[in-house]
């Protein structure tokens, strides 16, 4: 038979009596009985989402005994934002990219990161602590091959990739100028560390997207989502193609796949976790945004997918193995470069309208 609320309130009452706990642990305990809390978490899909909830989704709601309901997004700005301008809020933590936060704090639909709470802006590696999000991981926009598809060896840099004669085969790249314009670029002779000097003239987006126009014929398929690299490869849709490192480090490891990263040209950027203005359970949110930038977390994600750590001390909680594959390795960022926030915020709008109109035509 069901007891009123009188009667579990009583019985509760006995229970704490008969523990010694004091007031407040009763109006905890009455708080945690009556309802189980949920939390809306929006990352980007994939082998990166299946390491987050191993590292990180699973380990809080057995913490907290809260309950994670989780969503995919491709980056889409409109849509978040559009969400705050709304009052239509369904997200309450979402993994953002650093021109999502600093867009985002500009305009006002993200919230500031209370860095007290997490140990202070210092616990984090250069660029991971924006005002309005907080790095989790440092990816990288590789390429990778199919070495089934090139018995006389693969390409080895941003160059041979846009080389269709040498190393032919369709391609793949991501359906963004995000990294795309970059790759270009450096395969155009522009070294990393000059590339957003060179971006940020006119003569210089010409010549990224003129040096696209010479490859584009061979590109067969223009991606979004993280998971569709690997899988245009195992399906041999695609012999190379841009992707996460992540993505193609578990396609290997995983399930056995003959593909090979090359690091030569790769874009390193964040992942970080923000929070939306007018997010529904937002000191739940606060509480896992705490969680998930605790060390031994971060250092725990990279069992299942090789992505650089933000907090300072969860290097030396890495397993050594894992290290190596790493994009922040030393030898795999010796020729990359750092996607830079500050010109996405300030570019995105207009190169993002340019690359579409570019693809259309």
């Known amino acids: 038979m069901e007891m009123s609320p009188t009667h579990q309130h009583a019985s509760l009452r006995r229970i704490v009596r008969s523990l010694g706990l004091c007031g407040a642990s009763l109006v905890l305990l009455a708080g945690g009985a009556s309802a189980q809390e949920s939390l809306n978490i929006a990352s980007w899909g994939g082998a990166y989402q299946a390491s987050q909830d191993k590292a990180f989704f699973q380990p809080f709601m057995k913490e907290t005994g809260a309950k994670i309901l989780t969503d995919e997004w491709s980056g889409e700005t409109a849509k978040l934002k559009g969400m705050v301008e709304t009052d239509n ?71 041979d990739f846009f080389d269709v004669q040498k190393f032919a085969g369709a391609r793949s790249m991501r359906k963004s100028p995000k990294s795309t314009l970059e790759l270009a670029l450096i ?72 593909f090979r990263i090359v690091w030569d040209g790769a874009g390193l950027d964040w992942d970080m976790w923000a929070i939306p203005k007018g997010a529904k359970h937002e000191d739940l949110a606060k509480q896992f945004v705490a969680f998930a930038s605790k060390p031994e977390q971060l250092a725990e994600q990279t069992k299942y997918i090789p992505y650089g750590p933000s907090n300072v001390d969860a290097a030396k909680m890495v397993p050594a193995d894992i290290l190596p594959n790493l994009p922040t390795a030393p030898e ?25 109109t570019w693809l259309a035509k």
């Open 332 to 356: 795999n960022a010796k020729n990359s470069f750092s996607l830079s926030a500050e010109f996405w915020a300030d570019h995105d709008e207009e190169l993002t309208e340019r690359f579409n």
């Open 89 to 159: 809020v369904t997200w309450d933590v979402v993994d953002v990219e650093p021109g999502h936060a600093l867009q985002g704090c500009d305009e006002g639909w993200l919230q500031e990161i209370d860095y007290d709470s997490l140990g202070g802006r210092d616990k984090f590696l250069p660029g991971a602590a924006l005002d309005c999000a907080v790095g989790n991981v440092a990816f990288a926009y590789v390429i990778a091959y199919d070495e089934t598809k090139f018995p006389n060896g693969g390409p080895q840099t941003a160059a």
């Open 187 to 258: 395969a155009d002779g522009v070294k990393p560390a000059e590339v957003y000097d060179v971006l940020e003239t006119k003569e210089g987006v010409d010549r990224a997207f003129a040096k696209l126009d010479t490859i584009k014929p061979d590109v067969k398929v223009w991606w979004g989502a993280g998971a569709q690299p690997p899988q245009l490869l195992a399906d041999g849709e695609v012999a190379i193609t841009t992707s996460y490192n992540g993505r193609i480090y578990d396609a290997v490891k995983q399930n056995g796949k003959p």
